[in-house]
């Protein structure tokens, strides 16, 4: 999780996840059931996280805002391009821009707008193929105050473990206010 982020919007996010997998269940038709549509959607997260964090490092660009004390520029930018080698074979090859932004005052923002091209990318047990768009913008002001969206976009085939496909058309949004240990608000969409 992103560093001062509260743990109760951490779990909020992560319910959200859950939550999403039974609208995901409805895209991906009646060939995945929603216990597959679970492992399917795990499987492709573990796959956009170790290997989009492995493109943004290769890019230059910090895999998380915290400030300047943790020795991250001011700014760092840069173009992604990066193929990356699936855990269990095929690969995923990541495209897009990546940013991290910390100013002296505490505020941080790290953007990500990535495309991802699956091609047999096994991970799990779960082997994918096809494309998904996605983004992401954390935004911290140094004060307490959180904000999270996260979308993602594009169609999946899944063989192994699975065997099916989705259309994936996924908004989540996190927001918190106040401090650390009590007396703030979580607002999700």
């Known amino acids: 999780r992103p560093a001062g982020l509260p743990g109760r919007a951490a779990a909020l996010a992560q319910r959200l996840a859950v939550v999403s997998v039974a609208c995901l269940a409805v895209a991906c038709g009646s060939n995945l059931n929603e216990e597959d549509t679970r ?33 991250l520029a001011p700014r760092a930018a840069a173009q992604v391009d990066y193929n990356w080698s699936c855990t269990e074979g ?27 091209d699956f091609d047999g990318c096994t991970v799990n047990g779960v082997s994918m193929s096809g494309a998904l768009d996605y983004s992401a913008a954390v935004n911290a002001s140094g004060t307490g105050s959180v904000s999270t969206t996260f979308t993602m976009k594009g169609n999946l085939d899944f063989s192994g473990k699975v065997d099916g496909s989705c259309e994936f058309d996924l908004t989540m949004a996190v927001d918190v206010s106040g401090g650390v240990g009590g007396g703030g608000t979580v607002g999700a969409t």
């Open 90 to 116: 095929g690969t995923a090859h990541f495209t897009g821009n990546a940013e991290a932004v910390v100013s002296d005052t505490g505020s941080s923002n790290v953007n990500f707008d990535l495309t991802t």
């Open 39 to 71: 492992v399917a959607f795990a499987s492709a997260n573990v796959a956009l996280a170790q290997g989009s964090a492995q493109a943004q490092a290769m890019a230059g660009v910090p895999a998380g805002a915290g400030g300047q004390a943790e020795g």
